[in-house]
């Protein structure tokens, strides 16, 4: 089956700084691949998603690009606010069944004041 | 705008005793969900309705059923409660297979003591 890895469970940053998150996939096939975000006291919601027909996605200044050749989906965003502190999770289609979805680990992010 | 509805919020309990979850969309999707969410934020699917029949059963102990009496519902019974349940029970939905969008309630943070 497919599979998505997270490594930075946690990153810690300060407002305005750039952030990073990695993530990398294992499937077949060209799914659409998805962030979802979580606030605090909240259920997760999608971010953003990607197809292989636009390649690339944004949403309220986080980006994510699929790159085929290094099966990456990474989140970036140039500058964060203390707003942005949630959990982010990388998730992709489960090619197993065709109703569910696989969650990363979720990354931790804090921005600080 | 929230349109996944769970209640309760929170439930404390002690072991052995039984409790149930209850969850509704409005958003007229035919497939829903429940997920187990654990302390480190940790994301597992329990189960999967689409259009009131179960399409995914994961692995869970058979002390979890799930109860579906129409689309739009889907609730969660656990029968005798153990310490390693406490956890947010995750409801959700989508409009069909898993490249589309999934919507989250907030959440039922269960204890038990």
């Known amino acids: 089956g497919n599979s998505v890895t997270q490594m930075q469970g946690q990153v810690t940053l300060s407002e305005e700084e750039f952030l990073f998150i990695n993530c990398t996939y294992s499937t077949t096939g060209y799914p659409t691949l998805f962030w979802y975000v979580q606030y605090p006291g909240e259920g997760p919601q999608l971010l953003l998603k990607?197809?292989?027909?636009?390649n690339k996605g944004s949403s309220r200044g986080f980006e994510a690009t699929y790159d085929k050749g290094t099966t990456s989906f990474h989140l970036q965003k140039a500058s964060v606010q203390e707003s942005d502190s949630a959990v982010y999770y990388c998730?992709?289609?489960?090619?197993?069944?065709?109703?569910?979805?696989?969650f990363g680990k979720g990354t931790h992010l804090h921005v600080l004041p | 705008e929230t349109a996944v509805f769970q209640t309760p919020n929170y439930h404390v309990t002690q072991v052995g005793n039984e409790v149930s979850f209850n969850c509704k969309q409005t958003l007229g999707h035919d497939t829903m969900y429940w997920y187990k969410q654990d302390s480190k934020k940790l994301l597992k699917i329990m189960f999967s309705y689409n259009n009131k029949q179960l399409i995914v059963n994961e692995t869970v102990p058979r002390r979890f059923s799930p109860q579906s009496s129409d689309k739009a519902h889907l609730n969660l019974r656990i029968k005798s409660v153990e310490p390693e349940d406490s956890a947010v029970y995750l409801c959700a939905s989508s409009r069909g297979q898993s490249n589309t969008e999934v919507f989250f309630g907030k959440g039922t943070r269960l204890t038990v003591v």
């Open positions: 990607v197809t292989t027909a636009n």
């Open positions: 998730v992709l289609p489960d090619d197993t069944n065709a109703y569910k979805v696989i």
